[in-house]
């Protein structure tokens, strides 16, 4: 069955560090998003991918970056991690603009 | 810039109640999406609204979308326990691959 997968499931990280947050999708969708979750904000949108070499700003991009090299996989880095990027982050991909499917989620703590 | 209100961000309410969760949203979007999360779960799609008027019922939940008062509501009916769990709705972005803006959610706490 198609999926949508990310690693890891929790991380603990020093201010500072960078960190990469797996996603990984076998449904062949062309849209990938990343979207974080805080208490009192739902999800807001990082960075989002239409494509294969194609990265986009979300509404809180700062501090984020992203890289399509194919399909399946688009990875989320935080350059240089700080206490405000502790939060629960989700990856989503959509085809034809209609369904989302959500990955499980991975939670990031930075002390 | 596409805004989403949702009300209200905590409801508790006892099983056998109806209720209604409201969603507002700022500009024009012809797809507006109703997820359920439990904690620490990823989220789950409960309905999906494409056109003005539309409806969708699934158990004790029902979904409407009136686009021209941009606004979806989503009701319970006579709530049981199982129900309890955070309720968002997320608006879709025009364009050739829509982003979506979700509301803050909804706790809701079904009490016995």
């Known amino acids: 069955d198609a999926e949508i997968t990310q690693s890891p499931r929790h991380k603990i990280t020093e201010t500072g560090r960078q960190v990469t947050l797996a996603c990984h999708q076998t449904w062949n969708h062309n849209n990938m998003f990343w979207y974080r979750q805080d208490l009192g904000h739902g999800l807001r949108l990082i960075h989002y991918s239409y494509g294969v070499q194609d990265t986009n700003k979300g509404e809180v991009s700062d501090g984020y970056s992203v890289s399509r090299s194919n399909t399946e996989d688009l990875p989320l880095t935080l350059e240089s991690a700080a206490s405000s990027q502790t939060s629960v982050y989700f990856c989503?991909?959509?085809?034809?603009?209609?369904?989302?499917?959500f990955g499980s989620g991975t939670r990031l703590t930075v002390v | 810039e596409l805004k989403v209100e949702q009300n209200p961000l905590f409801l508790s309410m006892q099983e056998g109640k109806n209720y209604t969760i409201y969603c507002n949203y700022s500009?024009?979007?012809?797809?507006l999406y109703w997820y359920r999360q439990d904690p620490g779960k990823s989220l789950e799609s409960l309905f999906v609204?494409?056109?003005?008027?539309a409806v969708k019922q699934e158990g004790r939940l029902m979904a409407s979308l009136d686009t021209k008062a941009r606004l979806s509501t989503l009701h319970i009916t006579a709530a049981v326990h199982d129900l309890s769990a955070t309720y968002f709705c997320?608006?879709?972005?025009?364009?050739?691959?829509?982003?979506?803006?979700f509301g803050s959610g909804t706790q809701l706490t079904v009490l016995p």
């Open positions: 609204l494409l056109s003005n008027g």
């Open positions: 500009t024009t979007s012809d797809r």
């Open positions: 989503a991909s959509s085809a034809s603009n209609y369904g989302y499917t």
């Open positions: 997320a608006v879709s972005s025009s364009g050739s691959a829509r982003q979506l803006t």
